[in-house]
């Protein structure tokens, strides 16, 4: 069974239709690259998975279990919503650190809250479980090559430094899928390098990845499957190969050509 | 040059006896300032929280109220909360009854209501102006970590917009150092007020100038605490 569905996704805002129904579906460890011009439709397909907009119509479904959709309104209410999002992590382009928190306090921060609220045995274990909580953070920092950075702030590290770290606060909810808003657009190749290393790194370890990228070098070597998109539909769907050697709309050709 | 010079007027005791009378003016004008401040804060944040409101005639309200407020010059405000009740509706401040007839005090109250309404007015701005900077970004990453709205607030926003709204509180507050002068003209007995009683009937003009001193003194212990605070905000972040 796929990991992830998503049918007939629609959204507009007010009088225009940023997707015009949206159906994908994507296997556990695969990773998917969505690519198309600006105005497309694959930032709001992203925010729209990761809840930070509604959809009008369509369900998105992970492991076969409906987290999202429009004609169900239990769902959507703001407990739910906050239980489902934590399926989805989202990189965002700029990143978005927390300024005033060092690194290692970036990556803890969501998750001591979380354990704050949620975890019977907080009050009588609470060392204990900020304990774990900074080890598996110091592991991650490890894992992306940033651990000697655990007390800076995020102003004295590179962009690319900065977007790992980001994808390491992401990956510290544990998500099923995680989601990158065109992660290396604020990066320049030398930094663009190290951030798409780390990704497919995750890969190789079996994550389950949404890409939104203008990488289409990456998109190439690292997807299983690319999505292009135009004007709010899948314009073409397929294998990098099936995309970047033998495009067959119209659209897809006059993109890849401007490559 | 007389006044200025006189050897009756420039002796040691009269400098001590005059520095005294000066100094509990100032505390005069330290309770203005302080008090002032304390209300001015949270009136200031909740006017702002109003001023951006979903609901659109209470923030238009309260928009207006503020451009009328900044609109206008404090002196005005003053005479107006001090003798319009008395003038227009024959209630003078002194003669409520809270007051018990004392008039330095109901005056001084006055006062207060309208220099905390002024500067809540200036503060309510530069407060919206701290919290519509946060870029939306910082409140959609604490939405996908799954924190709530209150630990969004409390945990991520507040330090920054602490962090925005230093340079500008600092400005608007060192001017309030100077503005409590103003409250001499509504017979609120602070520094200024003092001295120029000093001259009325002690015929000795420097204290006058004197004040300056206890002005500057002031603003240059706010200036060296809200460098320090800026300092240590802006210590690991721009």
């Known amino acids: 069974m796929a990991l992830l569905e998503v049918k007939e996704l629609t959204k507009s805002f007010g009088p225009t239709k940023v997707l015009k129904g949206i159906t994908f579906s994507l296997q556990k460890g695969e990773v998917l690259a969505i690519i198309g011009s600006s105005g497309s439709g694959k930032t709001t397909l992203l925010r729209c998975l990761n809840f930070l907009e509604t959809a009008d119509g369509g369900q998105i479904l992970v492991a076969g279990q409906p987290v999202f959709d429009a004609a169900d309104p239990a769902l959507l209410s703001p407990k739910n919503i906050r239980k489902n999002r934590m399926t989805f992590g989202l990189v965002f382009q700029n990143f978005q650190l927390f300024p005033q928190y060092t690194v290692l306090e970036n990556l803890t921060l969501a998750a001591k809250l979380s354990a704050k609220m949620n975890d019977p045995d907080f009050k009588t274990n609470k060392k204990k479980i900020y304990a774990d909580i900074d080890n598996r953070a110091l592991a991650l920092l490890e894992r992306i090559g940033l651990a000697e950075k655990m007390d800076n702030h995020p102003c004295q590290l590179s962009g690319g430094q900065q977007q790992r770290v980001a994808i390491a606060r992401a990956l510290m909810l544990t998500p099923d899928i995680l989601c990158f808003d065109e992660p290396t657009s604020a990066l320049d190749p030398e930094l663009t390098k190290e951030v798409l290393k780390v990704i497919r790194d995750l890969k190789s370890s079996g994550n389950t990845m949404v890409v939104v990228t203008h990488e289409m070098d990456f998109a190439r070597d690292v997807a299983d499957q690319v999505i292009f998109m135009a004007g709010g539909i899948i314009e073409e769907a397929g294998t990098p190969q099936e995309i970047f050697q033998n495009p067959k709309s119209a659209l897809l050709k006059s993109f890849l050509s401007h490559e | ?238």
């Open chain 2, 1 to 238: 040059m007389n006044l200025l010079l006189n050897a009756d007027n420039t002796g040691w005791e009269t400098f001590t006896s005059v520095t005294a009378k000066l100094a509990g003016g100032f505390g005069t004008t330290l309770l203005l300032f302080f008090l002032t401040l304390l209300f001015a804060i949270p009136i200031g944040l909740l006017f702002a929280c109003i001023s951006r409101m979903r609901f659109k005639p209470l923030r238009y309200l309260m928009r207006a109220f503020i451009y009328v407020i900044r609109g206008t010059p404090l002196l005005l405000q003053l005479m107006i909360v001090v003798y319009l009740p008395g003038i227009a509706f024959d209630a003078p401040l002194t003669k409520w009854d809270i007051f018990h007839q004392n008039v330095p005090l109901a005056y001084f109250c006055g006062a207060l209501f309208a220099f905390v309404v002024n500067y809540a007015c200036y503060f309510a701005e530069i407060f919206r102006g701290g919290i519509e900077n946060i870029p939306k970004g910082q409140y959609e990453a604490c939405e996908v970590l799954g924190m709530t709205r209150t630990q969004t607030f409390f945990r991520v926003i507040l330090l920054q917009v602490i962090r925005n709204i230093v340079a500008p509180m600092s400005n608007e507050v060192v001017t309030l150092v100077k503005d409590t002068a103003l409250a001499r003209t509504v017979s609120v007995v602070e520094i200024f007020f003092t001295a120029s009683e000093i001259l009325r009937l002690q015929f000795i003009i420097w204290p006058l100038f004197y004040t300056g001193a206890f002005y500057l003194l002031f603003s240059a212990l706010v200036t060296l605490l809200f460098g320090l605070l800026e300092k240590k905000l802006s210590r690991y972040w721009k």
